[in-house]
Every structure is written in C-alpha cells, then in structure tokens.
C-alpha cells in the first residue's frame, strides 16, 4: 500500500482514539456513542456483554453518574493492523484514574488493553466490536513496555 494511503488511514484511527479518551473524560455517553457502529459488541472489563446502541448509550450514562463520574482516560498506545481497505483490528493501551467503588470508595489508578474492530465508514472509522481488560498490576504494557513504534502494524 502507497505511504500516502497508510497515512491517511491511521490519521482516521488517531481521531478515534482520541475522540474516545475525549467522550470518556467529559463523562459524554452520546459523544462516545457516535464512534460506534449502530449494531455494535461491546465487552466491558467485567464481561459485560452490550449488544447496540441504546445497550451501549444506557450503560455508559449510569456508569458515568457514579463510580466513572470523576475518573480520567489516558490512552498511553496503540497498534493497528488492517485486514482490508476498510478494516482493522485495533489493541489499546489505557490508564484510568480517579474512578469509584459502586459504594463510593476511590479506587487504585489501573491500566487495561482494549480490542476494537474497525470498520471504515463514508465519513470516519467506527468501532463493529469491542473487548476491554483489566491490566493485572504485576503486568506491564505490551506496546508502553517495548517503546517501539506500533503504528500501523
């Protein structure tokens, strides 16, 4: 594939990461939504499993009135690997900060790997599939841990 293509291919899965870490820290369930494929899956860290949109919106909002309400995303890396011209898989490197217990408890900072399968729309690369872990802490980072450029892989 031309430079130019790969280029602007990973410039539309850039704004997605970032748009994601974006939603999440202003705590927007329909901002996050919008990166989303109307029949999206969608994994949380626990296993639950959303199946579309409104599933996935409803979640998000009661998760973000309480133990995610003051929490903060980081994105630290990522890796992309295009299986077409209009499909990647995506593996995530995250941190977040300042969540809660259900019962109000502040929790440890944690870090975590999400799965995305891409599909790239007329406008923009959406989420089709989502699985999210929970990073154990005697586990570093795969991509942070290595410092190599991922991109594009």
Same mark, same amino acid.
């Given at each position: 594939?031309?430079?130019?293509? /790969? &280029? %602007? *291919?990973?410039? @539309?899965?850039?704004? $997605?990461?970032?748009?994601w870490?974006?939603?999440?820290? =202003? ?6 939504a919008?990166?989303i ?9 626990? @296993?639950? +499993?959303?199946?579309?949109k409104?599933?996935?919106i =409803?979640? &998000?909002? /009661? $998760? &973000?009135?309480?133990q995610? *309400?003051?929490s903060?995303? %980081?994105?630290?890396?990522?890796e992309?690997?295009?299986? @077409?011209? =209009?499909? !990647?898989?995506?593996?995530?490197? +995250?941190?977040v /900060?300042d ?8 929790r440890? #900072?944690?870090? #975590?790997?999400?799965?995305?399968? $891409?599909?790239?729309?007329? %406008?923009s +690369?959406r989420? $089709?599939? !989502? &699985?999210?872990?929970?990073l154990h802490?005697?586990v %570093?980072?795969?991509? *942070?841990?290595? @410092?190599? =450029?991922?991109? #594009? #892989?």
């Open positions: 594939m031309p430079p130019i293509v /790969q &280029h %602007s *291919r990973l410039i @539309g899965i850039e704004a $997605l990461v970032e748009a870490a974006n939603a999440w820290n =202003d705590h927007d369930a329909e901002a996050a919008a990166l494929m109307p029949e999206v899956d969608f994994i949380n860290v626990f @296993g639950r +499993w959303l199946k579309g409104k599933e996935f =409803d979640h &998000h909002r /009661q $998760l &973000h009135a309480m995610m *309400r003051n903060t995303w %980081s994105n630290l890396d990522y992309a690997r295009f299986i @077409g011209d =209009d499909l !990647a898989i995506l593996h995530l490197e +995250w941190m /900060q969540d809660e217990d259900p019962d109000g408890t502040p440890r #900072g944690r870090c #975590g790997v999400f799965t995305w399968i $891409l599909i790239r729309t007329e %406008s +690369w989420i $089709l599939a !989502a &699985h999210n872990t929970n802490p005697s %570093s980072h795969r991509l *942070r841990s290595t @410092g190599r =450029d991922t991109r #594009g #892989g």
